[in-house]
């Protein structure tokens, strides 16, 4: 919209183009470039790309769900709304904080992530000035406007895009012989006689890898709210985005296992302070790239950067949102002159100085503690854009709706939020099964991993029993733009 909108609501300012890479970007990143070669080693090329295929199928279905949903009532609340109105309040009130917590917390992962990084370079640079470096550059970027945000993050995605595209040109030319020598052949593809290795239970830890590797797609859901024209941008974005991320992964896990051995040692190596051996970065340098390292080093940190400035946008706007359902102190719903929910952005940010504790206890240490506490958060947000898609749409045929009012429609309902319900719940379950499956149980292990489980309950039924919150039934679903129930 124009700049004549009021000052009390949020700017409809992304353009089409932002949101395709808003939701692109959000999922190409260290789960691609540096996760894909422990994939490949652990279960094999073809254990890695049946596990990525599963998880890009049932990430599909999820953002077909999230588009029925955005495209009919887009709103910045995005979870915590669909929850409150479809599900009950208490389901909402759990979902959006967990939401806010997993993406506040990715902010300071990241940080701590992007100072491990710059140590590449600067080596014995202090880690508290970048993390406040480049946590102050998110907060201006958000704080100036959507657009902002939308035109950082359109620029962050076109640098990962731009770099996994030669990859692939680049790969495909080096296995036909075209680039580099003679053709490769099956010999690494098919080594050992086959091109699965590792058996059911490597399938199944690549499997919850390539769960964490696709979580950012549903960031669209919130972006939607400030989309100049979310009835046409988001089936868009959503249409273009699985499409392309399946052929990235899935590509780029091909061109790996056929030029790579899957018992090459370097794979398994891909951590943030070793980037000379992303799959990526032995990839070029087998095509006589020599400042391979350097500018793969430079093309993850600006993945770490564009993912904690997703989440630095997406858990404002959720918290704004809740604060204005009254499901999050008041003081977080005021916008600034720009129709930025400026409160929600410092109370963020200030989450994410949670990165600046890098620098007390050892670069990486944080980060890892930082990351698993807020992993399983992204699962339970695909299990609620599930449920709600499932409750929206029985409610929608059940007050009478036909389904040709829906400017958009996801196929194979209710396959679809089912079978993504069900494989969710797996991801989670199997989460850390070495925990529990041993000769001892590991309760480190397990709280460490299911932390975020009984958390989330615990909002959930605190909520509903403080306020008595009750399931909504079908035919009292609030299908339109009114004020949500309390109870």
Known sequence: MSSKQPANSL??????????????GGSIGTGLFLASGSAISSAGPGGAILAYAAIGLMVYFLMTSLGELATYMPDSGSF???GSRFVSPAFGFAVGWNFWYNWAVTIAAELSAATVIIKYWFPNSPSL???FLFLALMFALNALSAK?????????????????ILFLVLGVTMIFGIFGGKPVGFSNFNLGGSPFHGGFFAFIGVFMAAGFSFQGTELIGVAAGESENPRQNVPRAIRQVFWRILLF?????????????????????????NIGVSPFTLVFEKAGLAFAASVMNAVILSSVLSAGNSGMYS??????????DGLAPKMFGKLSSRGVPVNALIMTALVGMLAFLASLFGDGVVYNWLLNASGMCGFINWLGIAVCHYRFRRAFVAQGHSLDELPYRAKWFPFGPIFAFILCIVAIVGQNTGAFTGAKIDWYGLLVSYVSVPL??????????????????LKECDLTTHERPTR
């Open 11 to 24: 700017r409809q300012s992304l353009k089409a183009r932002h949101m395709t890479m808003i939701a692109l």
């Open 80 to 82: 915590s709304t669909y």
């Open 129 to 131: 000035l970048w993390s």
């Open 148 to 164: 902002g945000y939308g035109e950082s993050e359109y620029w962050f995605a076109i640098i990962k895009v731009a770099t996994v």
């Open 249 to 273: 992964y899935i590509l780029a896990i091909v061109v790996i296992g056929f030029l790579i051995p899957y018992t090459n040692p370097n794979l398994l190596k891909t951590e943030l302070n």
């Open 315 to 324: 858990s404002t706007r959720v918290l704004y949102a809740m604060a204005k």
């Open 456 to 473: 989330f309950i615990a909002i959930w039924l605190g909520y509903k029993w403080t306020k008595g919150s009750k399931l909504i039934p």
